[in-house]
């Protein structure tokens, strides 16, 4: 038997594939373009991921790189995203057998489309169908055809969906879901998320009652609730929270958000948008215990004053971590001599958000008393950032 022995190790498919996965993503069509040898390799890894901004971009892409001999394009995605409006979209474009990755964040999308997506594949890990407002129910049914506890993460902002459904997909990967994202949702849904043993980010919004989320069970790592009447705060005693956000929760004490600061120490992000429960004293204790603080958000907490800052200037912190601060809708409680201490005393801070009410001649003000090397204001975010750091409004 003769073995064909490639005079070039890079007509060997493995080596090629190796070869292109150096390449930055934003030049694997190049490479496709101008090495034959390593079309093929670099089409694999060029279709893994399809992010198209309009149908046309993804018709032409396809066309593009169409090739008899090879696989059919649709094989080879395995992550697609549409986060941008596209009117003409048709089912026939959306079907991709091995995808395992979808996020969809398309106001316009229709039942049928995603029905046709969703069903289309058995591999499905992973499903983001945020801010589909027009989807029903029937559009996340396929979800309870997908192999019994495959899915990953489910995270359905901005839509309300049947109680029933939502059970159903729950019970069928509840020893897989790691993160569930959820609207709108009722107390049986509640129950559901109790029995997620894998559960590690959950995220609830818009919620008429909070009473029955209970969460001593489920060593979360990141929890999200917005606009939870009455969330139950005692049940959060984890040790392992790192991403914490009750933002617009009402009615809280602040004496809860004075206990819940103690008992959780490993905090590194803390969201409170307008918690008017939030009191310079809560503050005080979340900077002080959490010492792995990196983002605090307290924008529109119109009850804090420069008091609520004080661990972070004094030397009650000899190393303080936190990076970015918000503190929208309430710098004018917070002087501009306040706001420049904690530039100067902050070693990490790389950005402080003062909000769209702040003024140009405001913001110069705080530059003044701070480095002027070390900091500039960003006018198209109202923020106050390193001038070494990049904004993400501008990347």
Known sequence: MTVYRSSSPVLIPEIAQLVCSFVAPGDLLNVAYSCKTLFYAARRL???EVHPKTARALRRLRYTLR???ALEYRRLVRRLWLDSPVDDLNDGCLVFP???QVHVSWPMAEDTTMQALLSGTNRLRHANLSHCYRLSTAAIQPLCQLPANQLQSLILYGSKFDAAVLVAILERHAHSLSCVRLTDVEPVVL????????LRDLGLEHCSSGS???LLQNKLASLCLRDVRAPSLNDITATHLVHLDISECHPLLSIQLEQ???RCPRLESLSLVFQFSATDRAIQLFLTHCTHLASLDVSGCRHLTDAAFDPLIGQDLPDPALQTLN???IHPEISAVHIASLLNC????REICLGATTTVQHAMNILAMADHDRFRFAVESYTICRVNEKHPLSS
């Open 46 to 48: 060029l279709w893994r």
């Open 260 to 262: 819940l600061a103690e």
């Open 212 to 214: 029955q989320i209970q």
């Open 98 to 100: 091995n995808l395992e």
């Open 346 to 349: 902050l070693p990490r801070i």
């Open 191 to 198: 129950v559901a998320l109790r029995r997620l043993t894998r």
């Open 67 to 69: 090739c008899p001999s």
């Open 327 to 329: 503190i929208s809708g």
